[in-house]
């Protein structure tokens, strides 16, 4: 087993670098927090949007919190651009993605779209997809 300290190295080096250092939501910079079970560094306002996922999204402060061993491994595996390779695979081009001087409502809607409803991973096969060309 690391030391929380390594771990907290770790996590801090990872959200160094490029694609982790901007939100995986709303692209603000220097993302303090993770949510653990998607693999991403998101900031402040959208982690308390992740809160409200909870059967989806567990967040921790990459900061302040103890990191378990195989969370870093996680994260060192995931980090924002293989998780957006997944959740944001079909978005279509018309398609409106928050930014963070954006209002939260916005960006909870395109959490909620991204990772609750996971409308844009191309898995699902209905009409709306085929129209979208993403099946």
Same mark, same amino acid.
Request: include cysteine.
């Given at each position: 087993m690391?030391g929380?300290g @390594?771990n &907290? @190295? =770790?996590?801090l080096?990872?959200v160094?670098q #490029?694609?982790n250092?901007?939100c995986?939501d709303?692209? #603000? /910079? $220097?993302p303090?927090?993770a949510?653990?079970t998607?693999?991403v560094f998101v ?7 992740h @809160?409200?996922? /909870? ?5 921790k402060? =990459? @900061?302040?919190?103890?990191? $378990? ?6 994260m060192?595996?995931?980090? &924002?651009t293989?998780?957006?390779a997944v959740?944001?695979k ?5 398609y409106?993605? /928050?930014?963070h001087?954006?209002?939260i ?5 395109? =959490?909620?779209?991204k990772y609750e409803r ?5 898995e699902r096969n209905?009409?709306?997809?085929v ?5």
């Open positions: 690391a929380q @390594r &907290n @190295r =770790i996590l080096d990872l160094q #490029a694609g250092d901007l995986a709303c692209a #603000a /910079p $220097e303090d927090w949510s653990y998607l693999g900031c402040l306002n959208c982690s308390g949007m @809160r409200n996922l /909870p059967s989806v999204s567990r967040v402060s =990459i @900061r302040l919190d103890y990191w $378990e061993d195989s969370l870093v491994q996680f060192q595996q995931m980090g &924002n293989a998780a957006k959740f944001e079909c978005v279509p081009s018309f409106y993605r /928050p930014r001087h954006d209002c409502v916005l960006k909870d809607q395109w =959490i909620r779209a996971r409308e844009f991973t191309g209905d009409f709306l997809h129209v979208l060309g993403c099946f």
